[in-house]
Structures are given as C-alpha cells and as structure tokens.
Nanobody
Framework: QVQLVESGGGLVQAGGSLRLSCAASGRTFSSRAMGWFRQAPGKEREFAAAISWSGGSTFYADSVKGRFIIARVSDSNTVYLQMNSLKPEDTAVYYC???????????????????WGQGTQVTVSS
C-alpha cells in the first residue's frame, strides 16, 4: 500500500549538515506515522526519529535530539530528516518507514512499522 524511496545521503565532514528525503507513494501515506531508523556497520538497526500521522508530534532518540529534525509535507507525500552538527557516529544507512496502523502517533519500535525503504548511506568523516 505504501512504497518508500529515500534520497539525500552522502559524504559530509563532521559538523556539517544533510537533509534526507523519503518519497512515498500510496493512498494511505497521509494517515500513517513515519519514522527514520539507522543501521551502522556491525550494529543493529536503531530508531532515530518519528512523526505522527498529522505531523503534530515528533520524538527523537536521545543520540540525535537537538541535532535532527523530522518533518512531513503531505501535499508532496514526503518526509524529511534534517541532520545538523553531524558526528562520525552518525555514519549509517538511514531508512524511512511507515506505520502499520493508520492514524498512529508514531513509535520508536521497528515492529510498529510495516513499510520500509531501501535505505540511503550517510557517511560522516572526522
């Protein structure tokens, strides 16, 4: 029902910024919470940020709070992750995900998301 394609990854120096985009297709995108997760080499995938279906609430992992901003634009079916003050430990493949339930407030748990993109690589050099 929902297809997701991430873009915007790349190589950036520590302290720099990147903006990731997640383009969604499917009629139910606007009624689903969205999340960004990341997976560093040799580590399990972890939660980064989430936004409710309405866009009215957001929450973040402690490791990115104050540096990352998640936002959604329903008219364009797009979710963004603005990443500022990047650190080498932010290096990972970043995935966007859409919630299983409609009209969800979002979650930090992978099991709450049914639709996933292919991921985009972010590399932060020191």
């Amino acid at each position: 029902q929902v297809q997701l394609v991430e873009s915007g990854g790349g190589l950036v120096q520590a302290g720099g910024s990147l903006r990731l985009s997640c383009a969604a297709s499917g009629r139910t995108f606007s009624s689903r919470a969205m999340g960004w997760f990341r997976q560093a080499p040799g580590k399990e995938r972890e939660f980064a940020a989430a936004i409710s279906w309405s866009g009215g609430s957001t929450f973040y992992a402690d490791s990115v709070k104050g540096r990352f901003i998640i936002a959604r634009v329903s008219d364009s079916n797009t979710v963004y992750l603005q990443m500022n003050s990047l650190k080498p430990e932010d290096t990972a493949v970043y995935y966007c995900a859409a919630s299983s339930r409609q009209y969800s407030d979002g979650s930090a748990y992978e099991r709450s998301y049914a639709y996933w993109g292919q991921g985009t690589q972010v590399t932060v050099s020191s």
